[in-house]
Structure formats: C-alpha cells, structure tokens
C-alpha cells in the first residue's frame, strides 16, 4: 500500500519560516510527479509546488519567490522550505504524488497525504 506522510506543520509568526516534508513509501515502482498543495475552507486546493520526473518545476503565483520545493530522490522524500509566511498561508498542505506500483497495470494513480496544518498569526 502506498502511502504518503507529511510533516512540519505548526503555527510561526507572520515573517517566520517553516519547512515541511514528505515522505512516499510503499510498493513503488516509479513516481512520475510529487509535489504540494494547499487547501482553506470553501476555497479550491490551489498548487504550491511541483516537481516532475523529468525536472521541470512549477510554483504557484501566490509562493514564488518566497517558498523552495526540494526532492530527496532516492529517500522518496519531499521537501518545502517556506520563508516570509503571511497570515494568507495558513492552510492545510497536502503531499501529492503521481506513482505507478510495483503491481499495478503500469499507468500512474494519484496518491494524497492526509495534510499538515500550517497556521500564520501573531
């Protein structure tokens, strides 16, 4: 079974930095794409960051700048460096990855951790 873990949530004062992370395990054969995105009441889960197999890069207009995503490829870790957080930050930052299984037909499927709250305030 495949599963995704986040961590590093937590609440940090507006300016403040925090750095969450993900880890994928299970029967993998192959992550295509991993990444993180983030969700508030009545709002759509809008992306963050995302890293794909072939190297290309995406942030979201609203964390360029100020967020860093890292891959820890042989560890299936992610990482989330975020820097001068405003209270517009706070959510629920949910680990996304587009795996195929050892098992499987050979297609990828999307997988989602279960979040990590960040909460911005003073």
């Known amino acids: 079974q495949v599963q995704l873990v986040e961590s590093g949530g937590g609440l940090v004062q507006p300016g403040g930095s925090l750095r969450l992370s993900c880890l994928a395990s299970g029967s993998i054969f192959a992550i295509n794409a991993m990444g993180w995105y983030r969700q508030t009441p009545g709002k759509q889960r809008e992306l963050v960051a995302s890293?794909?197999?072939?190297?290309?890069?995406k942030y979201g207009d609203s964390v360029k700048g100020r967020f860093t995503f890292s891959r820890a490829g042989v560890k299936n870790t992610v990482y989330l460096r975020m820097n001068s957080l405003q209270p517009d930050d706070t959510a629920v930052y949910y680990c996304?990855?587009?795996?195929?299984?050892?098992?499987?037909?050979?297609?990828?499927?999307?997988?989602w951790g279960k979040g990590t709250l960040v909460t911005v305030s003073s």
């Open positions: 890293l794909t197999s072939d190297g290309v890069t």
């Open positions: 996304y990855a587009d795996i195929v299984e050892r098992d499987s037909d050979g297609y990828g499927m999307d997988y």
